[in-house]
């Protein structure tokens, strides 16, 4: 299908959710993270967040360095069909390694999280030109099967069990089958080529001078607010309001991430402290992260995407930021009990998806539609950052057995910068050259 060619753009939308179902499988590390601290792996709990730490900011990097620009000049669908050949291959060689740490590092870390990056913005790139009427709420849908996907990979490995509920009785998934963590990710390596490479053969990009049917771009200071006059990278980075989004994108990933990296870590300690047996616990802490987080993950995206839509970018940045800052303070306090991780986990998930609905519509709506698939990227390094500090300051806390030094700054963190959302307001046009 070629570019110039107009298509339904819902089509666009299912092709999207597909790519990033698969991309997806970063939020899936907590599936592996305990079978890489027993035998015969023996990672540390810090060795497995540098894993996933490299893996998120590879992500950002390759993002904003090469796939926001490359996409602009060729295209969505060579960009996001190249990311799932790259995912694919860093998962099978992460198979084919054994134990070797360096081995898992390079194919998740690396190669995984350089696809990742290839393919992520191509979805959000493609649909805010498609749907400049619905901003909010199809970002959030572009990055929804993001956050869904995780509870897919992740059910896949221990059965689709959730609570006293089983949708596949007497089948514990993979590793209950006797696979291995290695044949898991040779499998899932396969399974992310094919499908992603599926999806974009419907990622293209609407003729230029396309609008929907009935909408009328908004013109005067309208414009200004709706993503309607265009900034490049250069002059973006010089306003204060993309410092804003950067930090507080920055604070919210720190606490999302870090939470997702060990969370099935922590919830087995604080359960087993309060005196739960081991492996009941173990249930507990994968059904909080591959269930309530990853399913108000996915909700978060479409549901804080459409209320944007309606309040403000702004308010809900201010609100979401707040929400997060005091759900990570409480978290290491209240989580000794069960149904209290599956509720925080569920709400750091749905505020932590927010984040992928609302900070790509902010960087349309303050900087334009048009080169969003250029500007977003530099606003995601700010994730890419997260994910070092979070994973990591996690995973040395846990080492330390001193979790809550892990989980309070980060709350402290977002409510710092929902104070500091509330400066947000529209950038004044760039001087023309």
Avoid: H
């Avoid at 498609?130 to 956050?147: N, Q, R, S």
């Amino acid at each position: 299908m070629s570019e110039g060619k107009v298509m339904n753009r819902w089509l666009v939308v299912v092709g999207g959710i597909i790519i990033q179902l698969c991309l997806g499988a970063m939020y899936a590390w907590s599936a592996f993270t305990g079978k890489l601290t027993a035998d015969p792996f023996k990672f540390s709990k810090t060795e497995t967040q540098i894993i996933f730490s490299v893996g998120l900011l590879t992500f950002a990097v390759v993002m904003a360095l090469v796939a926001g620009k490359w996409q602009k000049k060729v295209g969505p669908r060579i960009v996001a069909l190249a990311g799932g050949i790259v995912l694919g291959i860093g998962y099978v060689l992460a198979g084919l390694v054994g134990s070797n740490f360096w081995g898992i590092l390079i194919g998740v870390g690396v190669l995984g999280g350089a696809g990742i990056g290839l393919g992520y913005v191509c979805p959000i790139a493609a649909l805010v030109k498609w749907f400049p009427d619905k901003k909010g709420l199809i970002t959030g849908l572009a990055v929804a099967g993001f956050g869904f996907g995780a509870l897919i990979w992740i059910k896949l490995t221990s059965g689709f069990k959730f609570g006293p509920v089983d949708l596949s009785p007497g089948w514990k998934g993979l590793y209950g089958m006797g696979w291995t963590v290695s044949n898991v990710f040779i499998l899932y390596g396969i399974l992310f080529a094919i499908l992603v490479t599926l999806g974009s053969m419907v990622m293209i990009n609407p003729p230029d001078g396309w609008k929907p049917e009935g909408w009328n771009p908004p013109a005067g200071s309208i414009a200004a607010s709706t993503g309607g006059i265009d900034f490049t990278v250069n002059q973006m980075v010089r306003t204060s309001q993309f410092w804003i989004l950067f930090l507080t994108f920055f604070v919210g990933a720190t606490a999302g991430l870090m939470v997702i990296g060990v969370i099935q870590l922590f919830g087995k300690d604080a359960l087993t402290a309060a005196g739960m047996t081991p492996d009941k616990a173990n249930i507990i802490a994968g059904t909080a992260m591959g269930l309530f987080y990853a399913l108000m993950n996915g909700f978060g995206r479409i549901i804080w995407g459409t209320v944007s839509d309606k309040i403000g970018r702004k308010t809900s940045i201010v609100l979401m930021s707040a929400l997060q800052g005091i759900i990570m303070i409480v978290f290491y306090f209240i989580c000794q009990r069960e149904f209290c991780l599956y509720l925080s986990a569920a709400i750091i998930g749905f505020n932590f998806g927010g984040n992928f609905a609302l900070f790509p519509a902010a960087t349309a709506d303050y900087f334009g539609n048009k080169n969003v698939g250029t500007n977003y990227p530099w606003v995601f390094m700010a994730y890419g950052v997260g994910g070092v500090v979070g994973p990591v300051l996690g995973g040395v806390m846990g080492d330390a057995k001193a979790w809550m030094w892990a989980f309070v700054p980060a709350g402290i963190a977002c409510l710092i910068m929902a104070v500091a959302a509330l400066k947000l307001s529209i950038p004044k046009a760039p001087e023309a050259v």
